[in-house]
């Protein structure tokens, strides 16, 4: 499961509470108006550089095909990353599993 599916890495507690909002509105969509994502391949190094001693957290795939909200592909770094504009529709989260 990897091919033109999105991830975004959450904690348990944040996925729980988009579930009974029927959306998941993550701090940096206030914060920054988008969703952090990545490409499969990305996350492990996203996880390493910002996740390192977080506890609990799960990986969310998404389809980009079921997304409400646009998709933009920005850089960081040398990389371009997608970014949703918008709150996540659960819906377009196909898969999710914890993450170690």
Known sequence: MSQG???????????????????YRPPSLEQEGFIHCSRPEQ???VARRYYR??????LLWIDPERL??????EPSGDELFPHIYGPLNLEAVIKVEPFS
Do not use: F, I, M, N
């Open 5 to 23: 599916y999105l991830v975004h890495l959450c904690d348990r507690e944040a996925w729980s509470a988009a579930q009974a909002a029927g959306e």
């Open 43 to 45: 996350v492990r190094d």
């Open 53 to 58: 001693e977080v506890p609990g957290l799960l």
């Open 68 to 73: 409400g909200p646009e998709v933009r592909w």
